[in-house]
Nanobody
């Protein structure tokens, strides 16, 4: 089994910063793509940022220039540095990873989500 655990969410004022982390653990052979998604109340889950080994990260238009995704392959960890936060960034943020397990089976996995609230 593979587990993803997010951390780093919380309450922050507009203009502030937060750093989210997501650690993957379990029967992992390799991880291809790692990504962050978010879901605001009453809205569908949407991609925020994606990083694939050997490729440049991609970002959703609303977060370009403010958010930065990075990964540490040695730690099976992906980060999301969020700067200049806005109230519209308020959402539950989910980590996603495309994992090949030790049985060489590939599947997507999700974390449990971490709440980010931007409010004064």
């Amino acid at each position: 089994q593979v587990q993803l655990v997010e951390s780093g969410g919380g309450l922050v004022q507009p203009g502030g910063s937060l750093r989210l982390s997501c650690v993957a653990s379990g029967s992992i052979f390799s991880i291809n793509t790692m990504a962050w998604y978010r879901q605001a109340p009453g809205k569908q889950r949407e991609p925020v940022a994606v990083v694939t080994d050997g490729s440049s990260p991609t970002y959703a238009d609303p977060v370009k220039g403010r958010f930065t995704i990075s990964r540490d392959n040695a730690k099976n960890t992906v980060y999301l540095q969020m700067n200049s936060l806005k109230p519209e960034d308020t959402a539950v943020y989910y980590c996603n990873a495309q994992v090949t397990n030790t049985a060489r089976s590939r599947a997507p996995y999700w974390g449990q989500g971490t709440q980010v609230t931007v409010s004064s």
